[in-house]
């Protein structure tokens, strides 16, 4: 008998009557690990045949991208590095040659290094609806082929990288353990959704092109408000190169070791979740069923008390598990300081199933709210 019909003979075995009564703790844990291991080898064809041709695709747009090996592999798994090349609306060759820069032009002690090329020639190359998909495809093929270790995913870009990464970061903040800004633009992007993700910038003093500079410095400036007003979050770094230009001679090398001394935190106690126009259904433990670009959430969780201090979506998802708190227990849910919720939250396999596909240990969740019309159901 192979693994997959070992593992999911276990399943059967141990959660036959898993839709009919609460999972224990213990059974909660060990169907996230099987159905994880199922998930993987469902989805390992595909995901084998992604990192060998070095290629994802979505519709009719195709991702190529290139890697390179560093280092001995770490016990605890390797790191990725994302690193964006420059360049936007301009001709294919020219996009070529700036992902072909790319591939050389960090070089980190240890882990996968990934250029991506990306699927277009536009002025917003890097954050195009597509592209979510595809990093969340790749990232689950780096970890699935190198052992990359979910918690050691860094993004990196620079010019018109770095424009999609003042997107990217925020909106994915959740995939990424710390992510490096050189010489973009912020665009439209909020700030708010980094308070977990460590966020450094980079930037060329005399960089005055569409007023790259300044932003740098009103973003810099932005951060250190969004730390002072909460400290222990929005970690960031900012380096303004006086007198250099949009090349800033390898100065902004020095953010490699800087990325590298993070690691991702999953779970984190306080969420702030602005919602791009780039919809996504769910961001760390909070989501929504119908995401409106514009919506802000702020949540948080101690012991086992969650307080929305902030929610302008209609609907809002609450995942738990119980790596978060202690589902065994009463949960409750705080809404502008009134009590709205206290019951226990139950255990569900189908959850577990839903959230396994990402592949992603640390956010496979066994229960789940739903906040709306000012009531907290289970869903």
Known sequence: MNKRLLLLLSVVLCFTSAFSQTLSKSAAAQASESVLALEKDRQNMGLQKIWKDKLVSRGDLQMKFATRILGTKPADGRSLYISLHGGGNTSQAANDQQWKNQINLYTPKEGVYLAPRAPTNTWNLWHEDHIDDMFAEIIKAAIVN??????????????????????????????????????????DASALSLRNLPFAIYMGGADAAYKRNELAKVWTDKLDSLQSANPGSYIHDSHIYEGLPHWM??????????????????LPSTVSWHQDDRLHTQFYWLGTPKPETGRE????????????????????????NDKL???????????????IYNKKAERKLSLIQTTAKRLDPNLVFSARLLLKDGKVTEE
């Open 146 to 187: 190198e052992d990359v270790n979910p918690n050691k995913v860094y993004l990196l870009g620079y010019s018109a990288g770095g424009d999609g990464l003042f997107q990217l970061a925020p909106r994915m903040a959740d995939y990424w353990a710390a992510a490096a800004m050189m010489a973009g633009h912020p665009g």
């Open 249 to 266: 001679s390898r100065k902004d090398t020095i953010a490699i070791p800087w990325l590298a001394s993070f690691k991702r935190h999953p």
């Open 297 to 320: 959430t702020i949540a948080s969780i101690k012991g086992n008390v969650i307080t929305v201090d902030k929610n302008e979506n209609a609907a809002l998802y609450i995942y738990l």
């Open 325 to 339: 708190l202690n589902l065994d227990k009463k949960v409750s849910v705080l809404l502008n300081g009134k009590l």
